[in-house]
């Protein structure tokens, strides 16, 4: 058994999906798990419908722009009159009718969201089955059980073993078709696993149903040791330890969700990154492996925040001090990317998502005079050599450097290419 999962890069539009069809007919006869995105920038564009509707009151003209887009897919794979018209739009309707629901804004979000994804993959369901695969739609939210934690949802594992065991006879003759990204609380509410979380829905089922493999179909040859959006000439991995695809991932490189490796690491399932452009090249898998010697790896980690709190009575910053701030940081799912601290400041980098960082420095202003700076970029250097290290340290406009053994940080007013 495995499972594949599919971007919203590879659905993005008519003959990326016909060949993601297509790669299923060639490369995953039954017993085989798809987990699908939201098709091309949909997310982006439903989380730009959310917030217009918070403010004022309607959905405003990028909902119809959403409903048009999905429309002109549907006209070049189907014929009118087929079911998927119908399907989409119900969905299309129900999505405006949760914009209206009370949630506070983060369960809100998770609510509205999950559309997405859920006529990504009634559409490909629907093609599937036209074109004479034995596909089985399948909401995720029925298997993927969380906590309440909208956004950043932790996985009830136990819960969610229980629920996905239910797959498996499903799965002897047909292939099942479902959603990344979502899953239920206990509430009945719908719940995200975290931005890009669909390579972790993958891992999640993969894990949960013994597969042989997970592989990921991308826009790119495989894993990398820079994005080549940013820098040229990357070079391509042919295999990668599970550890050094998680430190990865930790960092920032967005090819992999950062929750994906460890439930395939504890379970030992190897994970392939592919090109669904080419899917005869070999690309990248990372498993259990030794390598002795790697490349720079470069990752650049975008809108980031430093904060920095400093000591109003002249004493130095102490462990209670700094164990307050890490408290405040819990309390809002605040994860720290980078961290310093001299005698009498603490520093620390995070993500700007502007609600929790406004709500962090309310909270941090009672104890602490706070300085901020929005905008920043993130770079870190795993592996670096002389080269390299000599490169980053002197690029204009660095407020933190942060250097161990085997990794460099700087953190840069610009976005330096």
Known sequence: MRVFKFGGASLKDPPSIRNMIDIVRKHGQPPLLIVVSAMGK??????????????????????????????RIMRELFEPGNSVFGAVD??????????????????????????????????????ALQDGLPAIWMDARNFISTDETFREGKVDWELT?????????????KIVLTQGFIGKAPSGLTTTLGREGSDYSAAIFASLLGARSVTIWKDVPGVMSADPKRLPDPVVFSELPYQEAAEMTYYGASVIHPKTIKPLANARIPLYVKSFDDPSLPGTVIHECRIPRLPPLVVFKDNQCLISCKVTDYTFISEEQISMIFQHLSSL?????????????????????????????????????????????????????????????KLDGVLLEQVSRSTLQVLVRSNPR
Do not use: W
């Open 42 to 71: 949909t997310t982006n564009a439903i989380e730009q419908v959310f917030d217009h509707y918070r403010r004022t009151g309607n959905a405003g003209p990028a909902f119809d722009e959403l409903r048009d887009y999905h429309h």
């Open 90 to 127: 119900l969905l299309f309707d129900r999505a405006l009718q949760t914009l209206q629901d009370p949630h506070p804004y983060d369960a809100g979000y998770d609510q509205i969201i999950a559309y997405g994804e859920l006529i990504s993959s009634t559409i490909i369901h629907h093609l």
């Open 161 to 173: 073993q229980k629920k996905v065991s239910e797959l498996k006879p499903v799965l002897a003759d």
């Open 333 to 393: 799912d605040i994860r720290i990317n980078v961290m310093q601290n001299s005698a009498i400041s603490f520093s620390f980098c995070i993500d700007f998502r502007e609600s929790r960082v406004s709500a962090l420095i309310k909270e941090l202003q009672k104890n602490f005079e706070v300085y901020y700076n929005a905008g920043l970029t993130l770079i870190t250097v795993k592996n670096y050599d002389a080269e390299s290290f000599e490169k980053y340290r």
